[in-house]
């Protein structure tokens, strides 16, 4: 691997914007890519609190700067400051990259579909139209990105199932395109799966320190594929009784590598790969 030897005048800055920041695994992802293609060029944490995101936004051309991540909690507010919202976000109703553009223009954009998308076409997972509905449990920012992937993929009906059905109605209600939206309850989830062509679990479900996800897939097709948007632990237990019953199961990590790559390629002109090496790596953080 080539590593960069040091900073110049010349440097290409990027970084990711949040509150906290501190638990951010971007820094180390894009400072792996970086040496690997020996681009000069620095990813780095930027701890925004809540109302002062416009002010960090406007500060990037100022500084230089090709642009940022938002995580949480800015990704929809961050939408207001920027000049253009590119269409997948305008779906979605959030945006999670921004782009410093000619002028000093900002773009954003929504790289969460990407990164949903390219999971599941890494896994080996092509549309079935013998199966043309799809279900999502959860309402959150991460069901609102995987219910555009899906639109994208071709699902025209999708089922949304969530604690807070009224939720789910707003998800709905609010993003565009032709499609059928179901909402479900939780205690109604056998009824979403059956005849299902995949399932996507969007909520803190499952993952450390969260409630467990207590849900049966016996009412799920046999050609259907489970993706799991939590990665920690990576083998939920959702992912296990996936693959106890013969279903096809991917896991949520790559979801947040393939939606960095996105970002990378704006800021620093190289498109990188996720290999098992980089989840390895991500892996031991």
Not at 122 to 127: M, V
Not at 142 to 158: M, S, T
Request: proline share 5%; charged share 25%.
């Amino acid at each position: 691997m080539t590593e960069s030897k040091f900073l110049s005048g010349a440097t290409l800055v990027a970084g990711v914007m949040g509150w906290p920041v501190s638990h951010s695994k971007s820094p180390r992802l894009h400072g792996y890519w970086l040496k690997q293609f020996g681009i000069d060029g620095i990813y780095i944490p930027m701890p925004v609190a809540k109302g002062q995101i416009g002010a960090a936004l406007k500060a990037l051309p100022v500084l230089g700067m090709k642009g940022c991540n938002i995580t949480i909690p800015h990704k929809e507010e961050a939408m207001a400051y920027v000049d253009e919202v590119d269409a997948l976000a305008k779906r979605v109703g959030a945006i999670n990259t921004v782009v410093v553009q000619k002028e000093g223009k900002l773009k954003g954009l929504n790289t969460d579909v990407f990164g949903f998308m390219e999971n599941m076409k890494q896994a080996g997972y092509e549309y079935n139209k013998e199966l043309p509905c799809a279900t999502v449990l959860g309402a959150g920012g991460a069901a609102r990105a995987v219910v555009v992937g899906l639109q994208e993929f071709g699902y025209k009906k999708i089922r949304i199932v969530n604690r807070k059905p009224a939720r789910a109605e707003e998800l709905a209600k609010s993003i565009k395109g032709e499609t059928t939206f179901e909402i479900f309850s939780l205690d109604d989830v056998a009824k979403a799966l059956d005849g299902s062509g995949m399932l996507v679990n969007a909520t803190s479900l499952g993952m450390e320190g969260h409630p467990p996800l207590a849900i049966e897939i016996d009412d799920l097709p046999k050609e259907a594929w489970v993706m799991d948007a939590v990665y920690t632990p990576l083998e939920t237990e959702l992912l296990a009784l996936t693959r106890q019953k013969h279903r096809r199961a991917v896991d949520g990590l790559g979801m947040l590598l393939h939606q960095a790559r996105a970002g990378f390629a704006l800021w620093f002109g190289k498109d990188p790969a996720v290999t098992k090496e980089l989840r390895a790596l991500m892996l031991e953080l």
